[in-house]
Nanobody, 122 residues
Framework: QVQLVESGGGLVQAGCSLRLSCAASGRTKNNYAVGWFRQAPGKDREFVAAVRWSDGYTLYADSVKGRFTISRDNAKNTVYLQMNSLKPEDTAVYYC???????????????WGQGTQVTVSS
């Protein structure tokens, strides 16, 4: 089992920045990648970014490329999502997830955190 705990969400104005953290514990060595997903009210959960534990390779959704940066600290078993130039359309609950595949596909991630709310006002 893997436990994931997100933190760092909040209310900010458009153009501002936030950094989300995802602290992992448990059998993390069996998991190959960590991804960030988000879900806005009335919408499906969507992929945001993913990082591979072993070498730090990253994937991004087109909507966040150039604004968001995912990174990992292996020593702390923590993954970060630095979000810059936030827009109102970035408002959502953000979830981190762990799985054995480095992919954008939501159903390949087995373990999920409880989510953290990000609200961007215009």
């Amino acid at each position: 089992q893997v436990q994931l705990v997100e933190s760092g969400g909040g209310l900010v104005q458009a153009g501002c920045s936030l950094r989300l953290s995802c602290a992992a514990s448990g059998r993390t060595k069996n998991n190959y990648a960590v991804g960030w997903f988000r879900q806005a009210p009335g919408k499906d959960r969507e992929f945001v970014a993913a990082v591979r534990w072993s070498d730090g390779y990253t994937l991004y959704a087109d909507s966040v490329k150039g604004r968001f940066t995912i990174s990992r600290d292996n020593a702390k078993n923590t993954v970060y999502l630095q979000m810059n130039s936030l827009k109102p359309e970035d408002t959502a609950v953000y979830y981190c997830a762990a799985g054995r595949f480095w992919t954008i596909l939501i159903d390949r991630y087995n373990y999920w955190g409880q989510g953290t709310q990000v609200t961007v006002s215009s």
